[in-house]
């Protein structure tokens, strides 16, 4: 069994910057791909970023530049560094842990970005 917990997630001006995490528990893996989604209130589900075994990463267009993310195998974390942060970022951030045949999420955490 997995269990996923994010934190880290708060209200931000806009222009600031947060920290996400997500602590992984239970049989983890380094072949394990873990990244981040997030959803707007009224909006779908959207990918925003993954990490792969070795450490390779992937963003979706509307993040690249701005967040990072990255993984601490020695810990079972990922992290999710967001810069130069909007409005539109507002969301709720799942992180989530991906293998062959299963996906598992954590609970979430809020983000606003609001002056």
């Known amino acids: 069994q997995v269990h996923l917990v994010e934190s880290g997630g708060g209200l931000v001006q806009p222009g600031g910057s947060l920290r996400l995490s997500c602590v992984a528990s239970?049989?983890?893996?380094?072949?394990?791909?873990m990244g981040w989604y997030r959803q707007a209130p009224g909006k779908q589900r959207e990918w925003v970023a993954i990490?792969?075994?070795?450490?390779?990463?992937n963003y979706a267009d509307s993040v690249k530049g701005r967040f990072t993310t990255s993984r601490d195998y020695a810990k079972n974390t990922v992290y999710l560094q967001m810069n130069s942060l909007k409005p539109e970022d507002t969301a709720v951030y799942y992180c989530?842990?991906?293998?062959?045949?299963?996906?598992?999420w954590g609970q979430g955490t809020q983000v606003t970005v609001s002056s």
């Open positions: 239970g049989s983890i893996f380094s072949s394990d791909v």
């Open positions: 989530l842990l991906r293998r062959v045949l299963t996906t598992h």
């Open positions: 990490v792969r075994s070795g450490g390779n990463t």
